[in-house]
């Protein structure tokens, strides 16, 4: 379901006799994608870095606070929302485009898509509770940590 978007588009590509605006609402999904992709990517790689020096210094665990996650505390679950949000808007117009399909197929295409993407939504916004309780456990008595919290939003950024 969550990739249906995708196939729809590979199905229908290119958009035959689309308008402008049509292969402009893919193409900004397919940037949208693009950008989520190397914000989640650029977030983990900050993260892992972080976590591997801390190791080689033989230093005790800590929660990584810098980089993207200065202003998002899940900076890099809301890297692959944004990536499937993307994918979505990229594969959308091949829905309303699919010549020669009912209005019956073309709705459950639509149904199916927003299904995938509101069961991610629904997947990282539980992972993001379950991994603040986490957090809140471990790190709960530090003064720099409640210092954290308030200056960030769990997903989206705080500037």
């Known amino acids: 379901l969550l990739a249906s978007p995708l196939l729809f588009h590979l199905q229908a590509a290119p958009l035959a006799g689309a308008s402008a605006a049509v292969a402009g609402v893919s193409a900004a999904g397919a940037a949208v994608a693009a950008a989520g992709l190397v914000y989640e990517a650029v977030a983990d790689q900050q993260k892992s870095r972080f976590k591997m020096a801390l190791r080689a210094g033989g230093a ?41 399909l009912p209005l019956w197929a073309r709705a459950l295409r639509l149904v199916a898509a927003s299904l995938g993407l509101a069961g991610i939504f629904f997947i990282m ?13 471990k790190y709960g008595a530090e003064a720099e940590y409640a ?12 500037f």
């Open 147 to 158: 210092e954290y919290l308030a200056s960030t939003n769990a997903l989206l950024p705080k």
């Open 125 to 137: 916004t539980s992972a993001t509770k379950r991994l603040e309780g986490k957090q809140r456990e």
């Open 60 to 100: 005790k665990d800590r929660l990584y606070m810098g980089g993207l996650y200065a202003q998002s505390r899940h900076a890099n679950y809301l890297g692959e929302l944004v990536f499937w949000t993307g994918s979505f808007l990229a594969g959308a117009p091949s829905i309303a485009a699919a010549a020669g």
